[in-house]
């Protein structure tokens, strides 16, 4: 038999191949392209009822002056009456805004050759992106989560200082947002930018501007953005807008002084809290340790110094830093999760098709311990406030 005969026998033996899968003829190759959006809606309505943290952002405003945190707020505040019922449609519809942009700015690797697209499907379906993106719709996180990925892929999409100028407007909006930005996600912005900088695209002075930008908008927001009035008034003048119940924490926290923050903070850390941080933190090595893993070889692909991978690294610790303002470490771990993972997949498009690099990324993921990996990690759930979906059931079921 000849060596195309044989070849033409081998096809029909295997109408699943490979070949034809990343061609998208069959519904392997969807699969891993839907994976993250169907393992984020899996979560979308869980504890909806009892979510009200977030959406009493909402209804703080302008209206007595400049506040921080307002920004959302602001743009609801022309909305006479939100009814639960409303605030929920929003969220739902906030969440298909985030799909459908994170689907369309990764739209060639979803539905790119068949390792691109379990490449995707490991880093968006994991249990800090878009799972926990669901489970906490409502909070501003979501928000600051569009911001982000407007103002990084203007930066890497744009030429050089038209999309630094944009990346400079997305993350002021995303200061107005939630001052939390600045950790959580900016860091991102930065990588970015260094990334250009080393590939003599962005020079050091448009940098320097820009993070100037950044820095003076961060402190006019946090020293003029105090609470006007009392949180008292606030809740009541909100709750007179919503049958949704107002978490008057919201307003308090806008009312405190950094000391008063800290005081607030300490009491929240709990033995049970932190031993559900813990707990998560445990189970999800193998996810931090691939996710490490894959950095290490982008930053080999790029040709990054000693310095500059120590840098970018302690730019992505950024967001631990908040855990000294706030007891939700999970919150705080995920944005690092997510700043990381978004880098991977903007550098990634970024190289050359076929690219040594490429491979390099997406390789891996033919080997067994990919599948055995992603199937833990979608078992998990996602990541919450201070522990996973995992630990809380097992807390819930103890607690019976």
């Not at 959302?72 to 009456?81: Q, T």
């Not at 669901?134 to 990084?152: C, K, Q, V």
């Not at 695209?201 to 609470?227: M, R, S």
Request: proline content about 4%.
């Amino acid at each position: 038999m000849s060596q195309a005969s044989a070849t033409e026998v081998t096809e029909k033996k295997a109408p699943f191949s490979e070949s034809k899968i990343a061609g998208g003829r069959n519904y392997a190759a969807l699969g891993y392209s839907a994976l993250p959006f169907i393992a984020g809606i899996a979560y979308l309505g869980a504890s909806s009822t009892t979510r009200t943290y977030g959406p009493s952002h909402w209804f703080a405003n302008y209206r007595h002056g400049f506040m921080r945190r307002a920004l959302v707020g602001e743009a609801f505040s022309r909305v006479a009456y939100l009814s639960e019922r409303t605030v929920h449609r929003l969220e739902v519809a906030l969440f298909a805004v985030i799909c459908v942009l994170t689907a369309l700015a990764f739209r060639k690797i979803l539905f790119g050759s068949i390792p691109e697209r379990r490449f995707a499907a490991f880093l968006l379906a994991a249990p800090a992106f878009l799972p926990h993106m669901a489970y906490m719709d409502g909070e501003l996180d979501s928000f600051l989560y569009i911001a982000l990925l407007l103002g990084a892929l203007a930066l890497m999409r744009l030429p050089a200082l038209p999309g630094l100028a944009m990346a400079t407007v997305f993350s002021v909006v995303g200061l107005l947002t939630h001052e939390g930005f600045a950790l959580m996600f900016y860091p991102l912005i930065l990588v970015l930018a260094l990334d250009l900088m080393h590939s003599r695209q962005l020079k050091a002075g448009w940098v320097a501007t820009h993070l100037a930008v950044v820095i003076l908008c961060f402190a006019a927001i946090v020293h003029f953005g105090a609470l006007p009035g009392t949180p008292g008034q606030w809740i009541a003048e909100a709750q007179q807008r919503t049958d949704m119940p107002i978490e008057g924490t919201v307003f308090l926290v806008l009312h405190f002084t950094l000391k008063q923050q800290l005081e607030f903070v300490r009491h929240l850390y709990s033995a049970k809290v932190v031993g559900s941080i813990l707990l998560t933190l445990v189970i999800c090595i193998p996810y931090f340790f691939i996710l490490k893993r894959l950095l290490n070889k982008t930053f080999a692909a790029r040709g990054y110094s000693a310095g500059h991978r120590l840098l970018v690294m302690l730019l992505f610790a950024c967001p631990l830093a908040l855990t000294v303002l706030g007891h939700d470490v999970m919150r705080w771990v995920s944005a690092l999760c997510i700043n990381i993972s978004l880098f991977l997949l903007l550098v990634y498009r970024s190289m050359p098709q076929k690219n040594d690099s490429q491979s390099v990324l997406t390789g891996w993921t033919a080997a067994p311990a990919y599948a055995a990996t992603l199937l833990y990690l979608l078992a998990l759930g996602p990541f919450g406030i201070a522990g996973n979906r995992f630990v809380s059931n097992i807390g819930s079921l103890f607690g019976h």
